[in-house]
């Protein structure tokens, strides 16, 4: 059994951004389930537990909050990463990111996200958005099946913004 | 034959000649006959023509490349806009509200007023860049044509709008038989939404508003289609500056809006081919003219999606 099954991994560069996402998500009663990282590179090296990551336990997240903007290796290259890998492509994905770009959204459900979040400008509309996630979270930790590495099979989430 | 050729006293010139064999009644070569005609002026005009041609060409493949260059900066631009500007107007936002929340009896009205201020000019600048946004997306966005029935999409409109009317009067008095154009259907929308709406918002200090919609044909330009109102009017001289981006004549507590409606507006008659004018008499209401062409074409239609990938490091 993984240790910790039900993690929230955040990949955010801009630590105001991360903390607002995690005050956002310990509102919604999901304090202290999330492990963040800054960038892309460190993103991988968590799910591939290489480098600083190397000696973590547990299995993979049941869900990934993803940065589009970001220095190293971006939200996009994550995202191919993730859904071209056999091990990590049952991960849910939410894109969570400023950019209101349609030629973005196009971009990050074409590399495979499960959702995209543009995120509102006032704190209350993003506590809202927020609330969707946290729903789905629960939803994944309740119907997830208990055996394999991965927690969620969920494929069939739709867009939340 | 054409050539140089050096005359007797050393000048040159540009000769064209003709060799003629001559031959005697048998057929028997005898010699040749030459004769060479001055063709200098000619050549000369000829060589000015080609390089002014050439220097032509140089100068639109230039020009291209620079408006190439100067369309992509501006796709950037409004990339990093999105981006870049929304980022920390979402934390000055977010961190103000939360720190209401932290102080909350602390907060005496002064500093509650002070944080209302903050919040308000946030979420204004959000508005402007959004709006922003939706008119540097429309200069990219390709226009999808297709007949639109003009009295549905005005009926549509007109009912959104006169569904909330807080109380006013307005009489709508709409032509019968508007035409079917072609056009993208969703932009027109957007464009009878603002023009009607602004009708609507400029008429509310009367006590009766008038909002009159009606057409004509003009051979030469195509349908013509005006919306007039009863309501506050405008200084005519103003009348260009009014479909500028974030151009406004009035204050914003007079009435509310970031300027952008209009400047899309003339964005997007003229990615259909068409144009917006308007005349006014201050206090006494105003006319909004435009244009679309029967064909509805695209004379500056833009490339569909060529958003820059490059930003990212």
Redesign the interface.
């Known amino acids: 059994m993984n240790t910790n099954a039900d993690a929230i991994l955040l990949v955010e560069d801009n630590p105001d951004d991360a903390e607002l996402t995690r005050l956002a998500l310990a509102r919604h009663g999901l304090d202290g389930r999330v492990t963040h990282v800054s960038d892309g590179m460190q993103a991988l090296d968590y799910l591939y537990r290489r480098d600083a990551f190397a000696e973590r336990t547990g299995g993979n997240p049941v869900l990934v909050l993803l940065d589009l903007k970001m220095p190293l290796l971006d939200g996009i290259g994550v995202l191919k990463e993730i859904k071209g890998s056999d091990a990590l492509r049952n991960i849910p994905v939410v894109v969570l990111t400023s950019s209101t770009e349609p030629s973005d959204l196009q971009r990050a459900y074409d590399a495979g996200t499960n959702a995209y979040i543009a995120k509102p400008t006032e704190f209350a509309q993003f506590l809202s958005a927020m609330k969707h996630v946290c729903e789905f979270w629960i939803n994944i930790n309740q119907t997830a099946p208990q055996s394999g590495s991965t927690g969620a099979r969920n494929t069939g989430f739709g867009d939340l913004s | 034959m054409q050539a140089w050729h050096k005359r007797k006293d050393g000048s040159e010139y540009w000769s064209h000649s003709v060799l003629i064999a001559l031959r005697d009644d048998d057929g028997e070569l005898k010699g040749f006959a030459k004769i060479n005609r001055d063709m200098t002026d000619a050549k000369r005009l000829d060589d000015l023509m080609r390089n002014i041609n050439d220097e032509l060409e140089n100068r639109v493949a230039n020009r291209t490349e620079q408006l190439l260059a100067a369309n992509k900066d501006l796709e950037s631009f409004s990339?990093s806009v999105?981006?870049?500007l929304?980022?920390p107007?979402?934390?000055i936002?977010?961190?103000v509200?939360?720190l209401e929340e932290h102080l909350q009896e602390q907060l005496d009205d002064t500093a509650r007023k002070y944080l209302g201020t903050i919040a308000g000019s946030?979420?204004h600048m959000?508005q402007l860049i959004?709006g922003l946004?939706a008119f540097s997306?429309l200069g990219r966005a390709a226009v999808n044509l297709n007949p639109v029935d003009l009295t549905q999409l005005v009926d549509a409109v007109v009912n959104q709008l006169a569904h909330d009317t807080g109380g006013r009067v307005v009489d709508w008095v709409i032509a019968p038989d508007l035409p079917v154009v072609q056009g993208d259907a969703l932009l027109l929308r957007e464009v009878w939404a603002n023009l009607l709406g602004n009708a609507f918002k400029y008429t509310r200090p009367r006590e009766r508003a008038r909002i009159e919609i009606g057409w004509s044909v003009d051979p030469a330009v195509g349908y013509s289609f005006y919306v007039r109102d009863n309501g506050v009017g405008f200084d005519t001289k103003y009348a260009q500056k009014l479909f500028g981006v974030f151009q406004r004549l009035h204050r914003p507590s007079e009435f509310e809006g970031t300027g952008i409606g209009l400047a899309l507006t003339r964005r997007i008659l003229e990615r259909h081919g068409g144009s917006i004018w308007a005349e006014s008499e201050l206090g006494k209401g105003s006319v909004f003219h435009f244009s679309l062409p029967f064909e509805g074409c695209n004379p500056i239609d833009a490339p569909t999606?060529s958003?820059p990938y490059a930003?990212?490091?």
């Open positions: 990339y999105s981006h870049d929304r980022s107007l979402r934390h936002s977010s961190f509200s939360l946030a979420r959000s959004d946004l997306r999606d958003m930003l990212e490091p």
